[in-house]
């Protein structure tokens, strides 16, 4: 087992959860049944395609990491470089040819976000406008990959993935300062990105008329996200900041539960928001950024 904690370490198991219920909510909001449909190629291919891209994030960061984060795998010579390298290249390739198999305009989505996550890993992290945006593609094309269970639905609700590209590029702007600390001025920006997803929520939630419903999950969603968030904006260092970061990261299986309450598939809400306690125990054992 300790010799496979390091490629797990990797791959962000904690993430990988919060992936799976993109697929989740994607299929709820294009009004999915499961008795129609089965999920668990596209529960595949999201594995593939965002541990393969964390992975990758590795690769290319192995250098900085040497010197900001030399405990990291990579660095530390737990997994060497080349092993890393085919392992992210292998579940890249995986998620896209899981996709594949659902259906052609699943897979060409998922060679679309596999693009990206190199696009990003590459030459686009590091930069304060590039990098969020192109990180929050990645995750509003992970939700378009769940809406293309339904194709006939899809052209109707895709343009709602520009939430979820607002919620992580909130994220990945804050991530920027996690390792040197940053400007309070980053953080407020995140917080009004995070409040624009919130009331876009109960927007949706009460036109669909799932308000009551939904409202509990936003405030159980908002808590989560604004306590750590708020302790980084009184005092903006690398510590603080990264505690948001993971909890952004985590909180991102309550906002998909929310979605899926919005849209009126309470049942399937409970099921996403069931995973929130497997995601918190996975974050315990493994790095989260």
């Known amino acids: 087992m300790s010799s496979i904690k390091p490629y797990l370490q990797l791959t962000r198991p904690a993430n990988v959860v919060t992936a799976f219920t993109d697929i989740f909510a994607g299929m709820a909001i294009v009004q999915f049944t499961f008795s129609d449909y089965n999920p668990a190629l596209l529960l595949i291919s999201t594995m593939g395609l965002y541990g393969g891209g964390v992975v990758m994030n590795d690769v290319f960061d192995a250098k900085l990491d040497a010197v ?69 593609m990645c995750r509003g094309g992970n939700l378009i990959l769940g809406m293309s269970v339904l194709p006939e639905s899809l052209q109707q609700w895709s343009w709602i993935a520009i939430f979820p590209i607002l919620y992580i590029g909130a994220i ?101 928001l069931a995973l929130l306690p497997l995601s918190m125990l996975l974050a315990k054992v493994f790095a989260v950024t």
Request: with cysteine; glycine share 8%.
């Open 68 to 136: 900001e984060r030399p405990e990291r795998p990579i660095p530390s010579g737990k997994v060497p470089l080349r092993s890393a390298t085919m392992m992210g290249l292998t579940l890249l390739f995986l998620g896209v040819l899981a996709a594949t198999m659902f259906s052609a305009l699943s897979g060409m989505i998922a060679i679309v976000v596999a693009l990206l996550t190199v696009i990003y890993n590459r030459f686009a992290k590091h930069s304060r406008i590039l990098g969020p945006l192109t990180m929050g």
């Open 172 to 272: 990945t702007l804050i991530s920027q300062d996690e390792v040197h600390g940053g400007k309070k001025t980053t953080l407020y920006i995140a917080a009004l990105l995070y409040m624009i997803v919130l009331f876009a929520q109960l927007q949706f939630a009460n036109e669909h008329g799932n308000l009551l419903y939904t409202l509990p999950f936003i405030l159980l969603h908002a808590w989560l996200i604004f306590r750590p968030l708020w302790n980084a904006m009184q005092n903006p260092v690398g510590p603080l900041i990264g505690k948001a970061v993971k909890a952004g990261v985590i909180s991102l299986i309550v906002m998909n539960a929310s979605w899926c309450v919005a849209f009126g598939l309470w049942p399937l809400a409970l099921l996403v």
